[in-house]
Nanobody, 115 residues
Framework: QVQLVESGGGVVQPGGSLRLSCTPS????????MAWYRQAPGMERELVAS???????NYAAAVKDRFTISRNKAHTISHLQMNNLKEEDTAVYYC?????????WGQGTQVTVSS
C-alpha cells in the first residue's frame, strides 16, 4: 500500500487561490484514477474532482469552473488548482487514488478561506 502526502493547504482570503498536490511516498506504478475529496466540520466527505485513466475529469457542481484537477505524465502525482476560493470551500482536503489492489487515502490538508 502506498502512502499519499498532500501539500499546499493553508489560509487564504476569499477570491484567492491555492494549489494542492498529492504525492506518493515512494516510487509507484500509475494510478488508475486520482481524486480529491473534502470534508467540512459536521459534514460528510464529498467528492470535489476526479481524473480517470483516459484523462476524463469530473467536478462537483460547487467547484466547476473554479477548480482544476491535473496529474503528471506518470499518473502518480495529482494537483488541484483552486481559484476564486469561497468561505464555503473551507474544509480538510483529501486525495484518493485507485490501484489494482484498492483505494488509498492521504491524511488530508486543511484549507481555510476567511477574510
Amino acid at each position: 500500500q502506498v502512502q499519499l502526502v498532500e501539500s499546499g493547504g493553508g489560509v487564504v482570503q476569499p477570491g484567492g487561490s491555492l494549489r494542492l498536490s498529492c504525492t506518493p511516498s515512494r516510487t509507484t506504478n500509475a494510478f488508475l484514477t486520482m481524486a480529491w475529496y473534502r470534508q467540512a466540520p459536521g459534514m460528510e466527505r464529498e467528492l470535489v474532482a476526479s481524473i480517470a485513466g483516459g484523462g476524463i475529469t469530473n467536478y462537483a457542481a460547487a467547484v466547476k469552473d473554479r477548480f482544476t484537477i491535473s496529474r503528471n505524465k506518470a499518473h502518480t502525482i495529482s494537483h488541484l488548482q483552486m481559484n476564486n476560493l469561497k468561505e464555503e470551500d473551507t474544509a480538510v482536503y483529501y486525495c484518493k487514488v485507485r490501484t489494482a489492489w484498492g483505494d488509498n487515502w492521504g491524511q488530508g490538508t486543511q484549507v481555510t478561506v476567511s477574510s
